[in-house]
C-alpha cells in the first residue's frame, strides 16, 4: 500500500526520515517539483534504476533527470562543469532549467542512456531542496506512464500510478505548464526542449560573455 505524506515547507522534515527508509529498500517514490510530480529514485541504485524504467515504460535510450538540493552534490553526477553551463548555473538556478554536463563515469547506463551526459536541476522550491539536501539527489522524471500527460495533483498520481509506489509526497497541486527548459552545454549550445525559462533570455545571458546559443 503506498504511503501519502504530507510535504510542504512546513512538514517537509517528517518526510526525512520516510523518504531514507524507502530508498534504502530501493524503492520509488512522486514528489512535487515546480512544474509537474516526478518519480524519485536513487541515481545510484542500478535496482531502483530498473523498476523507474518498468514503472513508466520508459525506454532504454531515454536518459533520466537529476534533481539536486545544491550545486555541491553536482560533484558525485558530473565529470567536469563547462563554462557555459557554470554561467547558466549562477544565473538561473534554482529554477526551471535542466543543465546536460559530461556525466561522471561511474553513473550508470540506466541514467545516461550510454549517452555520455547527464541532466540535472535545482529547482526552485525551498523544501524540496532541502529534502534533498538530506537525502540526497533523486531522479525527477516525470510521474506519468510514457506518451501520456505529466500529472500536477497527488490523487492522479494515487490513481494512476500509486499500486507501483512506496510513498507519494503531497504537496498539493503544482503549477503545471511547460516543462523546464532543457540545454546541453556538452558542446556546441542548444535548446534539447524549450521550456519555462525562454530561450531568448539564455541566449541573451551567455552572449553577454561570448557564447552562442544554436536556434
Known amino acids: 500500500m503506498t504511503i501519502v505524506l504530507p510535504f510542504t ?16 529498500r530501493h524503492g520509488a517514490l512522486a514528489l512535487p517539483t515546480e512544474t509537474y510530480y516526478g518519480l524519485a529514485v536513487s541515481p545510484t541504485d542500478e535496482w531502483a534504476l530498473r523498476r523507474l524504467q518498468e514503472i513508466k515504460g520508459r525506454p532504454a535510450d531515454k536518459p533520466i533527470l537529476v534533481l539536486i538540493g545544491h550545486q555541491d552534490q553536482l560533484a558525485s553526477l558530473v565529470a567536469s562543469v563547462p563554462p557555459a553551463a557554470k554561467l547558466l548555473m549562477d544565473r538561473f538556478w534554482p529554477g526551471p532549467l535542466t543543465i546536460i554536463f559530461p556525466a561522471a563515469p561511474a ?24 529534502l534533498l539536501r538530506e537525502v540526497g539527489p533523486l531522479t525527477g522524471t516525470s510521474a506519468n506512464r510514457s506518451a501520456e500527460p ?16 512506496d510513498v507519494i509526497l503531497d504537496g498539493g497541486r503544482t503549477p503545471g505548464g511547460p516543462a523546464s527548459t532543457l540545454v546541453d552545454t556538452c558542446g556546441p549550445l542548444r535548446v534539447l526542449r524549450p521550456g ?19 536556434p
Open 196 to 214: 519555462v525559462v525562454d530561450a531568448n533570455r539564455l541566449r541573451a545571458a551567455l552572449a553577454e560573455q561570448g557564447y552562442i546559443l544554436s
Open 9 to 24: 515547507s512546513a512538514t517537509w522534515e517528517s518526510a526525512v526520515v520516510p523518504v531514507r527508509r524507502v530508498l534504502e
Open 150 to 165: 505529466p500529472l500536477d495533483r497527488p490523487e492522479d498520481v494515487e490513481r494512476l500510478l500509486g499500486q507501483d509506489l
Open 107 to 130: 553513473l550508470s547506463s540506466l541514467l545516461t542512456a550510454g549517452s555520455g551526459t547527464i541532466g540535472v536541476r535545482l529547482p526552485p522550491v525551498a523544501h524540496l531542496q532541502a
